[in-house]
């Protein structure tokens, strides 16, 4: 049962990073229309368009109109054709044969963005953004541009764009002056009309003492005050209350029957801040639990501590907010226990698998923090896992 909850968990957690990382939108599709126009013959009265398509090297007749303008408007499939013009006078005489022209009408694409990065581009002085778009179907000639949500601001078009990898890659360079801080919509117009959008993509400020990673990228001297250390990694402690939850198994060998949970944690880390999607890191956990064999304070207790060593995956979400995915190994190590007539079980050091999700806010200009999360351990090694979770509140502070 245990490994089972923490198998769906794990699934849970990817595809809820999966939806926050980015939003794909896909536009109706539009009308597609061609235009076929020719030079002007001053003595024409109108003109006969004659259109044919090709078909194993063999052209049969598809269309013949009458037109009084210098072009017609049509949808044709995609496929080669060829086209004629035959200008009648104002007698209604033929005026000269077709000059036959072929061409081709090509499908039009639908662009599929998958995804793109940076996430987060941080307005922090007079840098250019090179934003990398990836997917298919992204075309020479495409219009891509950036639209703020819930704004009805113009799109803001990139001073470049390129396309790379067979259509499959696209970057786009903005100058930092062009954008305001707010949430966007990455947008794709194709040649023929089809267009599709990916959203997520995030203009901020960095927290006062930060360097942003595209300062650091870009080999930019720190401001005056701060190490040249920030622009490779951020460091960071908290404290939370942190009670222990059962699940399934028997937790009575961790921390001993009928027990009623009360603790708190203490962590310290280093995230390794990049371009990318995500920043990653490692973290350092202490948890000290002391548990009552029932409500009652005055029979028999004990006092556990936990110690893990997690692996962390960091991305923000929107602008003042960011989660935090952690996973590692624990061990679970009674510290003391005294034990009642009617309990049968000591609590037992145990190893655990863990897996949790934190959301941080950033107090006071950055430098604190508020968080909060759920974390989801497995023993392992016992005839029968057990499975615990620890919800947690805290404060932190970055260095």
Do not use: C
């Not at 250019?128 to 949500?149: C, D, Q, V």
């Amino acid at each position: 049962m245990g490994i089972k909850f923490l198998s769906l968990l794990i699934l849970f957690f990817f595809q809820v990073l999966r939806s926050q990382a980015q939003e794909i939108v896909y536009y109706p599709e539009p009308p597609i229309v061609q235009r076929l126009a020719w030079l002007e013959d001053p003595n024409a009265l109108h003109y006969e368009v004659l259109i044919e398509i090709e078909e194993d090297g063999i052209y049969s007749s598809l269309v013949r109109e009458i037109s009084d303008a210098l072009f017609i408007e049509l949808s044709l499939a995609p496929g080669s054709y060829r086209f004629g013009v035959i200008p009648y006078d104002l007698l209604g005489r033929l005026a000269e044969e077709p000059e036959w022209r072929s061409f081709q009408v090509l499908p039009a694409l639908r662009p599929e963005p998958t995804e793109f990065s940076p996430r987060t581009f941080f307005l922090d002085g007079e840098t250019i953004l090179r934003l990398n778009i990836y997917g298919r179907n992204l075309l020479e000639g495409a219009e891509i541009s950036l639209r703020r949500l819930d704004e009805e601001d113009d799109p803001i078009i990139p001073g470049e764009l390129h396309v790379l990898d067979h259509n499959r890659e696209a970057y786009l360079l903005f100058e930092a002056r062009q954008l305001e801080i707010g949430v966007y919509e990455i947008h794709i117009r194709n040649p023929g009309g089809m267009e599709s959008g990916i959203r997520g993509f995030t203009v901020t400020i960095p927290a006062r003492g930060e360097i942003s990673p595209q300062r650091a990228a870009a080999g930019q001297v720190p401001r005056p005050g701060l190490m040249a250390e920030e622009n490779l990694k951020i460091m960071y402690a908290e404290i939370g209350w942190a009670p222990v939850l059962n699940i399934s198994g028997k937790t009575e060998r961790l921390f001993g029957e009928k027990f009623v949970p009360m603790g708190a944690l203490a962590r310290a880390g280093l995230i390794f801040p990049n371009q990318s999607l995500f920043s990653f890191g490692i973290e350092l956990g202490l948890s000290y639990f002391v548990y009552l064999t029932s409500l009652n304070i005055y029979e028999t207790g004990g006092q556990s501590a936990v110690f893990e060593f997690n692996l962390l995956m960091q991305s923000r979400l929107g602008q003042d907010l960011t989660y935090l995915i952690r996973s590692g190994i624990g061990l679970t190590q009674p510290i003391s226990y005294t034990q009642s007539i009617e309990q049968t079980h000591k609590p037992e050091r145990s190893a655990h698998v863990n897996l949790g999700a934190s959301l941080v806010k950033p107090l006071l200009e950055g430098r604190l923090y508020l968080g909060g999360g759920l974390d989801l351990s497995l023993s392992i090694g016992q005839d029968r896992p057990s499975t615990f979770m620890r919800p947690w509140l805290g404060v932190g502070r970055r260095f």
